[in-house]
């Protein structure tokens, strides 16, 4: 069986999944990231030495079948236009591109290439809500009407060592996310369920500023508060990257003939009720119970990341690679780019009021035509650009000088 030769763009988030590709099979080729020292702690981690280049033009000249994109969230797009254009296959972190143009140059170079492009979103694959979505396929719950999907994630306003991994410069985009830009963990588990695709989105935030005394953080909002009507008449209500209450993922699919969800800070635990005039047989009204994997490969998930979402994706994508096709819903590249006009617009809902917008599709040559100019973005590149738009619903916030400070010194320690 061939081995495939995979070439890691980002030395922190990429190492993690190169990890997976290994066990997996996979050669590692090389790695890319214009940090010297985060390659090199990365290649001590793999315990192996490959070429290391700063420059993503020279890496992808090396011979390679996939590139993993794990460099800054919003800044995807380019370079899987460059992967391919080369031919080379596409294993992007979330999301998938950061202003609604590059959605349309996304698909358009897609559209000419012959790479298989996945997105590397992993939630969908933890127990329960792979539990969760075979309930679903299986009928029981009957028309799938309304859903929920949470990522709550709060840090400590005094846990100096987030910002020194995780947003260690001043203009990092971690500094400007909107509440609605990291979508993915709380919606595309219940695309992967229900098979819905949303087609409008409104938002609402929820202000109130973090007591920090080291922050160079922009966004004070702890949550956006997102509905979107679907394809299939549905609605989804999300919460993106929240930070209120305790930290969990919680999910919950509600039918015609009963609701299934996982209980918040109970491990993989799900419930699972029915109306007492619709138990099916074999089956109580309450169903409390802790899924199985029932899988193969149980041990690998097992000591993997995210749940062990991390490495089920990796696998999708090399089978996607190995029978050459493009992965199913809501893991193919259109999938992707909803999810990111999703949060983009969601964040537009949010500075003008709460209106809704639709989510275009990408697949009509009229909706790009509407959004290939738009660059509308809060964020900081890699190549100079700066932000256009404002990150937070209260659009002058921003960091006092004395946090500024002691964010400095928190990164000098």
């Given at each position: 069986m061939k081995k495939f030769k995979i070439g890691i763009f980002g030395a922190g988030r990429g190492i993690d999944i190169a990890q997976n590709m290994i066990l997996l099979g996979c050669e590692i080729v090389a790695l890319c990231d214009f940090n010297e020292k985060r390659a090199r702690d990365g290649l001590d981690k793999l315990g192996m030495e490959v070429p290391v280049f700063e420059n993503f033009d020279d890496f992808i000249e090396q011979e390679m079948d996939a590139v993993v994109l794990a460099n800054y969230f919003h800044e995807h797009a380019p370079y899987a236009i460059k992967c391919f254009q080369k031919g080379i296959h596409v294993f992007s972190e979330c999301i998938s591109n950061g202003t609604m143009a590059e959605g349309v140059e996304l698909i358009r170079a897609y559209e000419e290439s012959n790479s298989i492009y996945m997105l590397a979103e992993n939630y969908p694959q933890m127990i329960f809500n792979r539990e969760m979505k075979k309930v679903c396929d299986g009928g029981t719950l009957g028309k799938i009407l309304?859903?929920?999907?949470?990522?709550?994630?709060?840090?400590?306003?005094t846990d100096v060592s987030f910002s020194k991994s995780y947003a260690y410069f001043l203009e990092h985009w971690r500094h400007f996310l909107p509440r609605s830009y990291y979508i993915t963990h709380s919606l595309a588990p219940l695309m992967y369920a229900t098979g819905a695709t949303p087609k409008r989105?409104?938002?609402?935030?929820?202000?109130?500023?973090?007591?920090?005394?080291?922050?160079?953080?922009?966004?004070?909002?702890?949550?956006?508060?997102?509905?979107?009507?679907?394809?299939?008449?549905?609605?989804?209500?999300?919460?993106?990257?929240?930070?209120?209450?305790?930290?969990?993922?919680?999910?919950?699919?509600?039918?015609?003939?009963?609701?299934?969800?996982?209980?918040?800070?109970?491990?993989?635990?799900?419930?699972?009720?029915?109306?007492?005039?619709?138990?099916?047989?074999?089956?109580?009204?309450?169903?409390?119970?802790?899924p199985s994997w029932n899988d193969k490969d149980?041990?690998?998930?097992?000591?993997?990341?995210?749940?062990?979402?991390?490495?089920?994706?990796?696998?999708?994508?090399?089978?996607?690679?190995?029978?050459?096709?493009?992965?199913?819903?809501?893991?193919?590249?259109?999938?992707?780019?909803?999810?990111?006009?999703?949060?983009?617009?969601?964040h537009r809902?949010?500075?003008?009021?709460?209106?809704?917008?639709?989510?275009?599709?990408?697949?009509?040559?009229?909706?790009?035509?509407?959004?290939?100019?738009?660059?509308?973005?809060?964020?900081?590149?890699?190549?100079?650009s700066k932000p256009n738009i404002p990150c937070c619903s209260k659009t002058d916030y921003k960091p006092t000088e004395e946090q500024i400070r002691g964010y400095y010194e928190c990164l000098k320690d």
């Amino acid at each position: 069986m061939k081995k495939f030769k995979i070439g890691i763009f980002g030395a922190g988030r990429g190492i993690d999944i190169a990890q997976n590709m290994i066990l997996l099979g996979c050669e590692i080729v090389a790695l890319c990231d214009f940090n010297e020292k985060r390659a090199r702690d990365g290649l001590d981690k793999l315990g192996m030495e490959v070429p290391v280049f700063e420059n993503f033009d020279d890496f992808i000249e090396q011979e390679m079948d996939a590139v993993v994109l794990a460099n800054y969230f919003h800044e995807h797009a380019p370079y899987a236009i460059k992967c391919f254009q080369k031919g080379i296959h596409v294993f992007s972190e979330c999301i998938s591109n950061g202003t609604m143009a590059e959605g349309v140059e996304l698909i358009r170079a897609y559209e000419e290439s012959n790479s298989i492009y996945m997105l590397a979103e992993n939630y969908p694959q933890m127990i329960f809500n792979r539990e969760m979505k075979k309930v679903c396929d299986g009928g029981t719950l009957g028309k799938i009407l309304y859903a929920e999907g949470e990522y709550n994630h709060p840090v400590s306003t005094t846990d100096v060592s987030f910002s020194k991994s995780y947003a260690y410069f001043l203009e990092h985009w971690r500094h400007f996310l909107p509440r609605s830009y990291y979508i993915t963990h709380s919606l595309a588990p219940l695309m992967y369920a229900t098979g819905a695709t949303p087609k409008r989105v409104s938002a609402a935030p929820v202000f109130e500023p973090f007591h920090e005394k080291a922050t160079a953080r922009h966004v004070a909002d702890r949550a956006a508060i997102l509905t979107t009507l679907n394809d299939d008449g549905s609605v989804f209500k999300l919460a993106g990257c929240s930070a209120f209450g305790a930290h969990h993922n919680a999910y919950r699919f509600c039918g015609t003939e009963g609701q299934i969800e996982n209980l918040r800070g109970m491990g993989k635990k799900i419930m699972l009720r029915y109306n007492e005039w619709s138990v099916p047989e074999g089956l109580e009204e309450v169903n409390l119970y802790d899924p199985s994997w029932n899988d193969k490969d149980e041990k690998f998930i097992e000591q993997s990341g995210h749940g062990g979402g991390d490495y089920i994706v990796a696998r999708m994508f090399l089978d996607c690679i190995k029978n050459n096709t493009q992965p199913e819903h809501p893991y193919d590249i259109h999938s992707a780019v909803t999810m990111a006009s999703v949060a983009i617009l969601a964040h537009r809902s949010i500075l003008n009021g709460g209106v809704p917008y639709d989510i275009p599709d990408f697949h009509l040559e009229e909706c790009r035509k509407e959004y290939e100019n738009d660059r509308q973005t809060p964020f900081y590149y890699t190549d100079g650009s700066k932000p256009n738009i404002p990150c937070c619903s209260k659009t002058d916030y921003k960091p006092t000088e004395e946090q500024i400070r002691g964010y400095y010194e928190c990164l000098k320690d």
